[in-house]
């Protein structure tokens, strides 16, 4: 929703307010910090610094906020947030409302048991950012906090996010929509939604409720047309996956499992300077996009090496990964060569075709990952 629409639901946030004291204030302490590593904090508050700038014409709507009476990690969260997501967030919305989703995510993992085994970069990452995809924003945190807390508290970790994705289910079934991703708050009133809605909606309700989630992406099948979009979520020190709004008894269980066993990318992206395990593709000044297909697929490293007609390495040429989807070969990643002319992709075992091109010159190759282990392109 946009700033109007998130001030019409400012009942929903009066109701909840003496809620909100209480957890925060009955919290047992303990030495969780959003960010403790003092070099990543500097880069924080270095970009931190850089978004303020750029956010000069709206200095009091945003960082008014700051005069309030901040617990440290609300300081924290919200300069994660005001540093990582994206700059029209700070356009469209108010400093009140980035204080809210900090302080209900704290809430939140105060609340339940499984709270503080979260790790401080997974709750940075993975629970603390309020936007899933390109959704307008609203109080789905509150909200759905609200309305689960008793439901699930005394479940264990496993079994909340079982549960919450057959509530997700009791309020969205699937069908098809338009481009632009609905609320998660628009999609309950609906009752509907495509995957990419579905899955915006169950990693909301997850993070609303402390359980570390992101939704992951196939951008184009290898086996059929079209794309699909789930949930991997974060419990007892392991990431699974589930269908959204597709319950079952277990994880690590959907539809999709078989299909993305021949899937070429499986991807997810993390607000901030992420420094997980997971490889990332492709890094931004405000995300990566980590590459989990080895978690579902058999897998293998690529190498493209591109140079120019007379042998020198083609640096910062605009190297294309492309898979034949809907008539079209469609660049499910793209990256850019080294001082070498080098780039990796990791890929699964079917056929791409590998689009090389600069301001000068063009070329490609198609291949059979199986049978290769680098690509040259002239």
């Known amino acids: 929703m946009k700033k109007r629409n998130y001030q019409s639901n400012n009942h929903v946030l009066l109701l909840s307010t003496a809620l909100l004291l209480i957890l925060v204030t009955s919290c047992k302490t303990d030495d969780f910090k959003i960010y403790s590593d003092q070099d990543y904090a500097a880069k924080v508050e270095a970009r931190f610094e850089e978004r303020k700038e750029l956010a000069v014409n709206r200095d009091a709507v945003l960082f008014d906020v700051f005069q309030e009476e901040l617990t440290q990690n609300e300081e924290q969260g919200l300069k994660f947030l005001y540093a990582y997501m994206p700059l029209s967030d700070l356009a469209d919305y108010d400093g009140s409302y980035f204080l809210d989703q900090v302080r209900w995510s704290l809430a939140a993992r105060d609340t339940f048991p499984w709270g503080h085994t979260i790790p401080e970069s ?20 509150i909200v759905i906090f609200n309305e689960l807390k008793d439901r699930i508290r005394n479940l264990s970790m496993m079994e909340a996010a079982l549960e919450v994705n057959h509530w997700c289910h009791e309020k969205v079934t699937y069908r098809g929509t338009d481009i632009r991703t609905s609320a998660p708050l628009a999609t309950i009133k609906t009752a509907y939604g495509r995957c990419g809605e579905e899955s915006t909606f169950t990693v909301a309700a997850l993070r609303s409720v402390a359980i570390p989630a992101r939704q992951v992406y196939t951008p184009r099948w290898a086996h059929s047309d079209d794309n699909h979009a789930w949930v991997e979520f974060w419990a007892d020190g392991e990431w699974h996956f589930m269908g959204a709004c597709e319950p079952e008894c277990v994880p690590n269980l959907g539809w999709f499992t078989e299909p993305a066993r021949r899937a070429m990318l499986i991807h997810t992206k993390a607000f901030g300077d992420y420094l997980g395990d997971e490889r990332a593709e492709n890094r931004d000044a405000n995300y990566a996009l980590l590459n989990t297909l080895d978690v579902y697929a058999p897998v293998k490293k690529i190498q493209v090496k591109v140079t120019n007609p007379n042998a020198s390495p083609a640096t910062e040429a605009t190297v294309e990964f492309q898979l034949y989807n809907y008539a079209e070969f469609y660049p499910i990643s793209t990256k850019k060569t080294d001082d070498k002319g080098i780039c990796s992709f990791l890929t699964g075992l079917g056929d791409l075709i590998i689009w090389a091109h600069n301001g000068e010159g063009f070329g490609f190759e198609k291949i059979s990952v199986g049978a290769i282990d680098t690509v040259h392109i002239v």
């Not at 629970?127 to 609203?138: A, K, S, T």
């Open 122 to 141: 997974i709750f940075r990452h993975f629970i603390l950012p309020y936007r899933v995809n390109n959704e307008n924003l609203d109080t789905a945190r």
